[in-house]
């Protein structure tokens, strides 16, 4: 009985493992990411960035939206190269994301929104193909210096939801000057 119920459990992990790393590709044509059975907010996840540049956030999705994850490990960003835009709107994920996330080169778009994070990770600052930063409606008051060095790429950044004051934004305006901030 014992081995029949470890074996249950190796094939719920190996199943959750699956799902939560699933990826699919965008079509550049279609520049929007595909249906999911994520919950959409408002103005959320499954829009494009606004384009103030004419580039366009296309190519390797990991979409892991809601799925009620708490944490995402070290791991999960070294197992997950190539990926364009990452999905990890609508969980409970709390605290920053991981610093690892800086192993990620090419990520294009970070979609955060709809979680509990209190931070930024400063090492947000070292992925300079950024052109969309979604950490809106999460319990976030403050960012890291290091979200100046976005300022060649960065088009929007959305913190709507968020407790930042009028005089953080209007810092984070300088330090980003060609970047929408939605607030």
Same mark, same amino acid.
């Given at each position: 009985m014992k081995k029949i119920l470890l074996i249950l459990i190796i094939i719920l992990a190996a199943?959750?493992?699956?799902?939560?790393?699933?990826?699919?590709?965008?079509?550049?044509?279609?520049?929007?990411p595909p249906a999911t059975n994520s919950v959409n907010a408002p103005g959320n996840k499954n829009q494009p960035p606004?384009?103030?540049?004419?580039?366009?956030?296309?190519g390797k999705t990991l979409d892991i939206s809601?799925?009620? @994850?708490?944490? *995402?490990?070290?791991?999960?960003?070294?197992? #997950?190269?190539?990926t364009v835009i990452l999905d990890v709107s609508d +969980?409970?994920?709390?605290?920053a994301l991981p610093a690892e996330i800086r192993k990620m080169t090419g990520l294009k778009a970070v979609r955060a929104s709809h979680n509990q994070l209190t931070g930024?990770?400063?090492?947000?600052?070292?992925?300079?193909? @950024?052109?969309? *930063?979604?950490?809106?409606?999460n319990q976030? #008051?403050?960012?890291?210096?290091?979200?100046?060095?976005?300022? +060649?790429?960065l088009q929007v950044f959305k913190l709507t939801g968020n407790t930042f004051t009028a005089g953080q934004i209007a810092e984070l305006r300088a330090l980003l000057p060609e970047t929408t901030i939605e607030f």
């Open positions: 199943g959750s493992i699956f799902f939560m790393t699933r990826q699919a590709d965008i079509s550049p044509s279609q520049n929007t606004a384009s103030n540049t004419g580039n366009d956030v296309s809601d799925k009620g @994850l708490t944490t *995402l490990t070290a791991e999960f960003f070294n197992d #997950n190269p190539g +969980n409970k994920l709390t605290g930024i990770p400063a090492e947000i600052g070292q992925l300079s193909q @950024l052109q969309e *930063l979604d950490f809106s409606y976030i #008051n403050t960012y890291p210096n290091e979200i100046a060095n976005l300022k +060649n790429n």
